[in-house]
Structures are given as structure tokens and as C-alpha cells.
């Protein structure tokens, strides 16, 4: 009976998986795999939540009969050496989109084919559109605007979500490495969500009936926080893209319609990646920055991090971030524009900082989003600069997301929450709140002077 490897990454479900149905449908026998990568070391956050995916995966495997086999090093190697104990004629993996993901198949390919062995890999399965699946009239590889993508996005017809295997069988012979432990890891925010397709599942139901439908109005509202929070499981896989679509779509309304918006920014930022692999570390769209560095810089990125710049609602995305893992998108907003346009700090410097500790840290999306803040990427508006009073103001006009994340504020009364403001003598001795790290004046001057050249 043959046998296939199924090797997982970023597709962490039993769901909707193209590469397990392919593997089924040819050989009587697959292995699931993971390979725990050094290369790919991830966080503690996105670590532990993996180890909740990993687990999880693995009792959906073995309700069905099957495992999950876990080894350790090289994926290349590992997955290569597992193929030759297993005696696989083939390996199913999903496509990735980074100059990692790349190499990675291309090196599983040739080292497979020097063995007589062949590697499928699959579109669509990590985003629902397939990176260069559409593209623009003429030679371009990929669409560098959002609106036209969307546009020929909408008209792509899409593969109907599969339901998950009933059995898989693995061979006896196969030994795995023991499941990493989510316990294990230490230096975790302490708010940090679950993981596994079955919390996905759980959450992608719950938002469908009543959270979907008031999308539109209620995404921007930094205290209601109304948005889905499946972006981990869009990242992990343990959701599908497609499915998530799908099941949007059936539900309808203004609601659904935004909320598939926003999952076609996720496929538009994969397809950027996929042509500009570089964009994960050069500008896409270079605007000869001359970025403060040195100490003073230093010092105010410190605050930004720490949640002490002195502007609350910035400071509140920012305690959000170290205590969830997670930050909501207009919180993501205001912060990376106020490091990278205020401070007028380098957008990488940022990034990094986010990767460290998103749990939902994607490479595309958290990349591609910083650039198109600091105006380096596809926005076509690079030098719009959003002031941290103004959208304090608007998106938490009762000043309650601040009061949830900066107790030191408790009690300031909503009008004055979001300043600018130095506290006074009397409120000193009432609030623990640093003054501002920097006039907004100040800063849009040096943004305006270091990017003009
Ligand atoms: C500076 C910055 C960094 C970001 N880093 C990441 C990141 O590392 N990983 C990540 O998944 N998202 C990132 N985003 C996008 C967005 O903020 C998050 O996807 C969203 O806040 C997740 O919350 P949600 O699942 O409740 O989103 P919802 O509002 O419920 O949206 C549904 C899904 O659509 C996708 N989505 C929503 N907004 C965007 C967007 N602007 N770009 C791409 N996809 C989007 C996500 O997969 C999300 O789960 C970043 C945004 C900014 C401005």
C-alpha cells in the first residue's frame, strides 16, 4: 500500500486541508508531520500557541484513527529521512509565500527527486485566493493597489470547503519525538488565547451568529473590541481562509461584506510577499528616510514599548500588545504610526518589536502593514501621519479602552483622557502618567524634514 507524507506548516487543521485530501486520495497509508524548524523558531507567545495547535491536531488525528508525528531539525532533512523510514513515494505540503517558504520547497523537491520521490504542493490553502492566482492587465506579477485587487478578487471562483477525513492511517513503524508542551514555555503575556482548530471552529461559530452582523459600524471601537480574533488561527491554519470566506459569505449582510474585505487584505499583502519576497526587509517603495537612531531615539522607543509615551490610547495599544499578544487593528494603527511617523523611527524597528510578540505575528501581514503605515509600502497616501489625540478621540470617545489599559489613568474623566496633556500638580499626586515623549508638532517636524531629504 503507498504511502504519503503530509507536511504540515502554517496549515495546522484537519478541515479544509487540499494536501491531506490529495494524500488520502492517492495512498492507503500518510503520516502526518510537523517538523519543530530551529530555523523557524518562533516567540514564546506564538510558540506556546502552537504547542495548543500541535495538540490539538493530534487528538483530531487520532479520533480518526491516525497521529501526528513530530521530529525535530532541517525540515528538509527531517522530512527527507522520514520519507525514506516510512518507504513514501510522496509528500503534500501547503505553498508559502516567503524567500524561506520558497527555498524550503525547492530544496524538499530536489531532494526528494534525487530519491525517486515526489513533492505536490498545494495553493490556496494557507489564503483563499492563491498568491498570483489573479493578476493585473500587462506584466506585472502581482497588484500593488488593495481596490483593483479586491475588485478581481470578489470574481474568483472559489473550491467548496472540504470537510475533515473520517480515517487516516499511519504506518505502526513510525516513531515521533513527544508533542511540545505548551506549559513549557515560559515568558508568555499572560493574557494569551488558546490554540486548535477546535477554539478556531468555536470562535469562527460564535462570530458568525450574533458578532459579524454589526462588522461594519463596531470594528473601529477600540473598547467594544468587535472584531472576530481569528487572525492566530488564520496564521496557525487552523481556520481556512476559504472556509472562513464561505461561511461569511452565507451569513451576508454589511457586516460579512467588511469582514471579507478584510480577509482579501490578508490574501492582497500574501500576494505581494509571494512577487516581493524582499519587502519582508526592504521598503517596498523607498522614500530615502533618514530614520533617527541614537540614544535620544533609542530612549523614546523604549516608551513606546513600555507604554509610557505619554499619549494614552497610544500607550493603551501598546500594554494591550504585551499583555494579549494581540493588539486591535486601530490600536495596531495608531502605535506603528506613531513610532515610525512621530518618533519617526525606522518601521522595522517596530516590526520586530510586534513579531516578538503577536501571537497572530504573520510575516506578510505584520511586514506589509508596517510599511504601508510608515508610507514605505502600497498606501497611496505615504505621508499622512494619524494624530494619537485626534483617533484617541474618535475610537474611544469614552475614553474606556485608555481606563481598561492604563489603570494609572482610572478616574481621569473621558474628556481629558486622551490629551495631549502634562498632568498638574495636584492630579501628579492622583495619576501615575508620564508627560509626552514628544510635542506632535515636534514630530511631524522631523518626519517632514528627515523624509523630504
Ligand atoms: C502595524 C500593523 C501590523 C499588523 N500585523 C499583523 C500580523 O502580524 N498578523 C496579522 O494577522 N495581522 C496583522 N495586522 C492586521 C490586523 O491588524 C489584524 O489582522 C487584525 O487586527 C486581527 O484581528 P481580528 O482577527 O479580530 O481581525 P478582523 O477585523 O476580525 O479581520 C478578520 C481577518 O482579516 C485579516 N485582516 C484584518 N485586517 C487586516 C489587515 N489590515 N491586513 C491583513 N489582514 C487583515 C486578519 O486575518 C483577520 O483575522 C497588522 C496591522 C497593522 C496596522
Request: proline content about 7%; some cysteine; overall charge positive.
Amino acid at each position: 500500500m503507498n504511502v504519503a507524507v503530509v507536511l504540515y506548516t502554517s496549515d495546522l487543521r484537519l478541515h479544509d486541508h487540499p494536501p491531506m485530501r490529495a494524500a488520502l486520495s492517492s495512498c492507503g497509508r500518510v503520516v502526518p508531520l510537523f517538523v519543530r524548524d530551529p530555523a523557524v523558531a518562533a516567540p514564546p507567545n506564538r510558540l506556546a500557541f502552537l504547542a495548543d495547535c500541535l495538540a490539538d491536531l493530534d487528538a483530531g488525528l487520532r479520533a480518526r484513527g491516525g497521529r501526528l508525528v513530530v521530529r525535530s531539525g532541517d525540515t528538509v532533512a527531517a522530512t527527507a529521512a522520514l520519507v525514506r523510514q516510512a518507504d513514501a513515494d510522496e509528500v503534500h505540503m501547503a505553498a508559502g509565500v516567503s524567500t524561506f517558504a520558497h527555498a524550503r520547497e525547492e530544496r524538499l523537491r530536489a531532494a526528494l527527486e534525487a530519491e525517486g520521490r515526489r513533492l505536490y504542493v498545494h495553493d490556496a490553502v494557507i489564503t483563499a485566493v492563491a498568491p498570483g492566482a489573479v493578476l493585473p492587465a500587462g506584466r506585472s506579477d502581482h497588484f500593488a493597489v488593495f481596490t483593483p485587487y479586491h475588485r478581481r478578487w470578489e470574481q474568483q471562483p472559489l473550491r467548496a470547503a472540504a470537510p475533515a477525513p473520517r480515517a487516516i492511517r499511519v504506518p505502526a513503524a513510525v516513531s515521533s519525538e513527544p508533542l511540545p508542551e505548551r506549559a513549557a514555555v515560559t515568558d508568555t503575556s499572560p493574557g494569551l488565547a488558546p490554540g486548535g482548530e477546535h477554539e478556531a471552529r468555536r470562535l469562527l461559530a460564535g462570530w458568525l451568529r450574533p458578532g459579524i452582523s454589526r462588522y461594519a459600524e463596531t470594528h473601529d471601537d477600540l473598547a467594544g473590541d468587535a472584531t472576530s480574533r481569528l487572525s492566530p488561527h488564520l496564521h496557525f491554519g487552523t481556520l481556512s481562509a476559504t472556509e472562513a470566506v464561505h461561511r461569511a459569505r452565507a451569513a451576508g449582510g454589511p457586516g460579512a461584506d467588511a469582514f471579507v474585505r478584510q480577509l482579501c487584505w490578508r490574501d492582497f499583502h500574501h500576494q505581494v510577499l509571494a512577487a516581493r519576497p524582499g519587502a519582508a526587509a526592504r521598503d517596498y517603495r523607498p522614500r530615502h528616510d533618514r530614520w533617527r537612531t541614537g540614544p535620544a531615539a533609542d530612549e523614546e522607543v523604549q516608551a513606546w514599548k513600555d507604554g509610557r509615551t505619554g499619549y494614552p490610547v497610544v500607550d493603551a495599544a501598546m500594554r494591550q500588545l504585551a499583555h494579549e499578544g494581540w493588539m486591535h487593528n486601530r490600536g495596531r494603527l495608531l502605535a506603528a504610526s506613531f513610532l515610525a511617523k512621530t518618533l519617526y523611527v525606522d518601521w522595522r524597528v517596530g516590526a520586530r518589536h510586534f513579531m516578538d510578540l503577536l501571537v497572530d505575528g504573520d510575516l506578510a501581514n505584520n511586514q506589509l502593514n508596517w510599511q504601508w503605515v510608515a508610507g514605505t509600502g502600497t498606501d497611496s497616501r505615504p505621508n499622512r501621519v494619524l494624530n494619537p489625540v485626534r483617533q484617541g478621540l474618535r475610537y474611544d470617545p469614552t475614553g474606556a479602552y485608555v481606563h481598561r489599559w492604563v489603570p494609572g489613568l482610572a478616574g481621569l474623566p473621558a474628556p481629558r483622557v486622551h490629551g495631549p496633556w502634562r498632568l498638574g500638580g495636584l492630579e501628579r499626586a492622583r495619576y501615575d502618567y508620564p508627560d509626552p515623549v514628544v510635542e506632535l508638532a515636534d514630530g511631524l517636524d522631523r518626519f517632514r524634514r528627515g523624509r523630504s531629504g
